[in-house]
């Protein structure tokens, strides 16, 4: 709570440099368009209103959230809960998928030398793949393979984001217990699965919430790529790409918002369910 | 039909090639270490040009592995001019300037305890965000060129340096920094003595995020406009006049930059940290 | 009239129940705009259904090249430039022109006066956007027939990959940008330039104009007789939908904006956007007219862009065929 001041202070000093970088970007605009000379206050008035702003005025954002998220009914396509969900959705399902295939190859690299020694390298490389590059060919190849529609391809992309950290964190967790530890499990004559699911198991879910936070900011990240340059027509990253197209400023700066909201609303539900969980599992805090 | 035959087989003399080394009495060697995942990247290529050739997949829709290194040698110097312009001009330029102010920011904010209670809940938060969205507005900002893409590495790789670095720099025990007063050390002794030494590892990890970051941006804001060269800009005209087998040598040369890049930088931290536990084996 | 709706309505109802109508997946080749009304409109009027037809409608978008999806399967029929498609079918991709509603076309270059082009002998040493994704062909043939190198310098032009919106112009990081008649011009009118402080170049005033969007298959779909009389019936629907479009662009602009996902067209600009589409659409009745194939092959031919090229030879035997619109239109 301590930290509530300083916090304040920070954004604060943003939105001052916000309003400041606007009425300087916007200005060269309002210059070429007068007719005459203007008074500062002229200036500066203008720079707070313009229909496409370079760097539009934190209130003009605020409305137009205010407008696409409060005014408009959620089901209404032009709602930018509606476009969130859809992005929620595909994120979700990235995010399931990526976890299962970053846990399962992160069991299968613990207890398999040849999958570590073949897999762990190419891993790495993939994630080196800017995934925007792979994308289009993502959906093109799912398409002819008689896939439709976007949101598994985007839910594809964001798993290819997701899986690593998840993957990572795991194959650390799983080789955690110490010799100590699994010695300690061998004198009870616990069989290889005992051992997994009554040592290893429970000693990597702190590593497993830590990546799972990552995890979900990165699916997002992927699903956002995902609709941005492909051409998605519904979603947050699709409202960006439409907003660009059309000279929307507004559109952008609203929708990039919403995507930090979502993100923040995302990793704090993984960060809450990881006190419960680690409450219930008995782990200091 | 039969190549769909012939790529099991391959996958299962791979696999069992795979096996056999890593159970083997010598998997402990470099050899070995470096055999054993070539052997399975060139499985799966293999597997990859006999699937598309058994089952006619168009190469429009999908490459084979061979049309695409016919392509890559082919077009050798519009690859060469496409990664000066991306890798070099726009992603390496962002990644020195983002992670460099990064950097300096980071030890500004350390010596304010205000400053770094109210930067860094908000840097990690940023730093979670899907900053890629900002690439259109960007390109407006900066124009055309490779400098609005390195504007968008900037910013990208600004925050998940920023945080790694202030926690690295708060990585010490009072015990070490009561030594160095022992010593009667000045700020900057301390610093350059103990303190980054022991951020070291937590930089590491920042810059090697911001390898992939710095890649995936520079190629993104090509999509947002561009001159007529650059990963992004080659990729997307690609598609659009079908020259499949090209985008598909522009990933190659993604995948091989990336990994290079990434290589470079944790050669740098095994130079740097040896004496970290995390680089023992 | 209402009589004549429900009546059709029973019909269509009845003939619903007894099978299931014909599939069509239309793949547009850009986002959801009045560029595409017409299909549109058939689609909400229930023209496709009188048809027994049942059209889904994909919008496209940069990275979404049409001709690659209509050969991974994902589309019966496209929507695409003529030099895009030309350009398809020699690298191996035989697509066939079934249909042409587009009768003129309304790319142009648009340049600020302050910048001092008046005619294209000014272009060298300017700073030109271009669009991609298979919208370059006419520009590369355009500075082909001048002679203007087009990669920099003072002799040449330097080309920019324009995104997807005016911005360039506005910022002046461009002299000359590309629109479309019927929307990145009026995007321009709209930020507050005016048409005097304009110079703009029509491509087809220049001698170097391509048929726009045309309706495109694969020729091997072409010999299966059940899809040649559903393309017979999607044509038929689909130039209704237009004319029905020409003479009402009100509810066209309507339907236009109900259709769009991304919630971000206005009323306002896809009204405008449809009073400019008419104009391209009006003389055509969707058969192909063979001489502007022919115009469009000569331009492309008479300047063979050494860098960029569309096509390099005549295009083979079957690029455009009147065996769906003949009987579409009888």
Known sequence: ???????????????????????????????????????????????????????????????????????????????????????????????????VVGLLMAVGIVYSRTLKMSLMPWAIISQTIPIVAIAPMIIVVLASMGVEGRAVPKAIIAAYLCFFPVLVGMVKGLTAPDAMQIDLMKTYNATPAQEFWKLRLPTSVPYLFTSLKIGIAAALVGTIVGELPTGAVRGLGARILVGDQFGNPLMIWSALLAAAALAGILVSVVALLQTVVMKRMGFAQ | MSSVILAFVVWAAGSFICVRIAQGPGHDTTAARVAVPVLFGVTILAMWELLVRGLEVSPVIL???????????????????????????????????????????????????FLKRGLLPIGNFVAALPIIGIAPILVSWFGFDWHSKAAVVVVMVFFPMLVNTVQGLADTTQMQRDLMKTYSASYWQSLVKLRLPAALPFIFNGLKISTTLALIGAIVAEYFGSPTRGMGFRISTEVGRLGIDMVWAEITVAAIAGSVFYGLVVLAERGLTFWHPSQRS | MKKLMIGAMALGMGTGAAHAADEVTLQLKWVTQAQFAGYYVAQEKGFYEEEDLDVTIKPGGPDIAPEQVIAGDGADVITTWMAAGLAARERGLPLVNIAQPFKSGGLQLTCLKESGIETPDDFPGHTLGVWFYGNEYPFYAWMAKLGVPTDGGAEGVEVLKQAFNVDPLLNKQADCISVMTYNEYGQVLDAGISEDELVT??????????????????????????????????????????????????????????????????????????????????????????????????????????????????????????????????
């Open chain 2, 63 to 113: 490459p084979a592995p061979s049309g695409i290194a016919d392509r890559f040698s082919g077009s050798a110097t519009v690859l060469w001019q496409d990664f000066l312009q991306t890798v070099l001009k726009g992603a390496l330029t962002g990644y020195i300037i983002g992670c460099s102010i990064a950097f300096l920011a980071a030890l500004a904010i350390d010596r304010v305890d």
């Open chain 3, 201 to 330: 170049f029509n491509y087809l005033e220049e001698g170097v104009g391509m048929m726009e969007d045309g309706l495109y298959v694969m020729e091997e779909d072409l010999q299966d007789p059940e899809f040649v009389d559903k393309m017979v019936r999607f044509v038929r629907a689909s130039m209704k939908g237009w004319k029905y479009a020409e003479e009402n662009p009100e509810e066209a602009a309507e339907i236009v904006v109900e259709a769009d996902e991304t919630g971000a067209q206005t009323y306002e600009h896809q009204l405008y956007m449809m009073g400019e589409i008419a104009k391209l659409t009006a003389g055509s009745d969707g058969s192909l007219d063979p001489a502007d194939f022919d115009q469009t092959v000569a331009t492309l031919l008479s300047a063979v862009s050494p860098e960029n090229p569309a096509i390099t030879e005549e295009p083979s035997e079957g690029a455009w065929t009147h065996m769906i619109t003949d009987e579409a239109l009888k």
């Open chain 1, 1 to 99: 709570m301590r930290n509530i001041l300083p916090i304040l202070t920070v954004l604060s000093a943003i939105l001052i440099i916000w309003y400041l970088g606007a009425i300087w970007m916007n200005s060269a605009w309002t210059l070429d368009r007068a007719e005459g000379p203007l008074t500062l206050t002229e200036i500066v008035q203008d720079t707070m209103t313009q229909d496409r702003p370079r760097l539009p005025a934190p209130h003009q954002v605020a409305a137009e959230l205010y407008d696409t998220v409060i005014d408009k009914k959620v089901t209404s396509k032009r709602s930018l809960v509606y476009h969130g969900w859809i992005t929620l959705t595909s994120t979700l399902a990235g995010f399931i998928l990526g976890t």
